[in-house]
């Protein structure tokens, strides 16, 4: 069975302050995709990044990043110089390939507010 | 394209009645899935199906019914209403995997679901 956890429930920032957003993930399988979404006041869920268990490059797009450790199964997404337009629900997901469901299976998220 | 949609966006029921959530797509997709969203507790699937004629439950399926008689449509019935089923309710759908490839999964807008 897989699982996600991010044991923060809500992080509160001001403006301009960099945020790390943890996500610690299970599972025996040797091949999974991990991601994370956000989930805006609007209700949709927007994705954000896509990784493979193969691939522990850490990546950057702009303000944002993600550290990817197998060692000690974390996928923690950071947000450099955070602006209001961040606040949102973060949420982690793992998916395993192979399997009929192909189901993500998400953390219970993060709720990020940034103060002005 | 319009993607994933879903129909009612609100609905408000009582306790007992039965209503049927809206889900099509018109990406050709095989794989479609249904996931509810309750507070502190992420998403999480409830039904899913790998192409027309065939599916099969998820992690919280009780309460819910599906059946995939087209590749676009996938609608999820409640059959008597419980005020343990409000909730947001999304659809997705997505290519199915080659191998241990991934394709990304898109999400519709979601329902939001009160039973009083």
């Known amino acids: 069975a897989q699982k996600v956890t991010q044991a923060q429930t809500e992080i509160s920032v001001v403006e301009k302050e960099d945020v790390t957003l943890d996500c610690v993930y299970e599972t025996r399988d040797t091949t999974y995709y991990l991601f994370w979404y956000k989930q805006p006041p609007s209700g949709e869920l927007v994705f954000l990044i896509r990784?493979?268990?193969?691939?522990?490059q850490n990546e950057i797009s702009g303000r944002y990043s993600w550290n990817f450790q197998k060692s000690t199964s974390s996928f923690n997404f950071t947000i450099t110089a955070s602006q209001v337009v961040d606040s949102a629900v973060y949420f982690c997901a793992l998916s395993v390939p192979g399997t009929g469901r192909r189901a993500l299976t998400f953390g219970s998220g993060t709720r990020l507010q940034v103060q002005p | 394209n319009a993607g994933v949609t879903q129909t009612p966006k609100f609905q408000v029921l009582k306790t007992g009645q039965s209503m049927t959530l809206q889900c099509a797509q018109d990406?050709?997709?095989?794989?479609m899935s249904w996931y509810r969203q309750d507070p502190g507790m992420g998403l999480r699937l409830i039904h899913y199906s790998v192409g027309a004629g065939i599916t099969d439950q998820g992690e919280v399926p009780n309460g819910y019914n599906v059946s995939r008689s087209t590749t676009e449509d996938f609608p999820l019935r409640l059959l008597s209403a419980a005020p343990s089923q409000t909730s947001v309710y999304f659809c997705?759908?997505?290519?199915?995997?080659?191998?241990?490839?991934?394709?990304?999964?898109?999400f519709g807008p979601g329902t939001r679901l009160t039973v009083l």
């Open positions: 990406m050709n997709h095989e794989y």
């Open positions: 990784r493979n268990s193969f691939d522990e």
């Open positions: 997705a759908s997505s290519l199915p995997p080659k191998g241990t490839s991934y394709n990304e999964q898109f």
